[in-house]
């Protein structure tokens, strides 16, 4: 069980971890140490540690960690040992290409369920998909008890999606809208906005 205590940061950083040891277990290795994977990361082996050792003891001195061995227990801290259903909100062209996306396949996460509140669009097809009327989301997604979402809409369609995904039982949002969202406590909000990110790099050219 993942302590409350860990810093978010530290959690933050543990799928980067969990990425490398894939990349390096499909090369065949079966060991590594805090200092590879600092170098393949660009974190310090000394933070690498640290930061493992919120969750207990992984490598033994001299010899570093066992990849499968650490991989797993590095699912089992961050809840992903079996596939979640997630549900997406906009069947737009971001919709389009994370249902199109094969990079969650074997990560612990599976899309199951795609509204959208385009009438033109509730009925079709998007890949294996029918797409289905938001105004469904609050008894579609309880009946399922899905607790993961992602918010594929415009910005002034955003807030109305999140309420109700929260009314339904959703505790984790990955919001692609440009807009902070309010949601109560105890429901987690990620954010991906391109042009934020881009022009955070913007700065430094």
């Known amino acids: 069980m993942v302590s409350r205590?860990?810093?978010?940061?530290?959690v933050s950083r543990?799928?980067?971890?969990?990425?490398?040891?894939?990349?390096?277990?499909?090369?065949?290795?079966q060991v590594t140490s805090s200092q590879e994977l600092g170098q393949k990361l660009g974190i310090s082996a000394a933070q690498i540690r640290k930061d493992l050792s919120h969750f207990g003891e992984f490598g033994k001195q001299g010899t570093g960690y066992d990849i499968k061995y650490l991989s797993e227990q590095l699912r089992r801290i961050l809840?992903?040992?079996e596939e979640r259903e997630v549900a997406l909100v906009g069947a737009g062209d971001l919709g389009h290409a994370l249902v199109h996306y094969g990079g969650?396949?074997?990560?612990?996460?599976?899309?199951?369920?795609?509204?959208?509140?385009n009438p033109q669009k509730i009925g079709q097809q998007l890949g294996t998909f029918e797409i289905?009327?938001?105004?469904?989301?609050?008894t579609i997604i309880a009946d399922r008890g899905i607790e993961i979402a992602?918010?594929?809409?415009?910005?002034d369609a955003a807030q109305e999606v999140v309420d109700a995904l929260v009314r339904a039982g959703v505790k984790a949002?990955?919001?692609?809208?440009?807009?902070?969202?309010?949601?109560?406590?105890?429901?987690?909000v990620q954010y991906i906005d391109p042009v934020i990110h881009l022009q955070r790099m913007a700065y430094y050219l």
């Open 5 to 10: 205590d860990v810093p978010d940061i530290v």
């Open 79 to 81: 809840k992903v040992t």
């Open 150 to 155: 992602v918010v594929a809409v415009p910005a």
């Open 132 to 138: 289905l009327d938001s105004e469904s989301i609050e």
């Open 173 to 188: 949002i990955l919001n692609y809208a440009p807009i902070t969202v309010k949601v109560p406590e105890g429901v987690r």
């Open 14 to 29: 543990l799928p980067l971890y969990l990425r490398c040891l894939s990349f390096l277990a499909a090369e065949g290795r």
């Open 104 to 117: 969650l396949a074997g990560k612990g996460f599976r899309i199951s369920l795609v509204f959208d509140n």
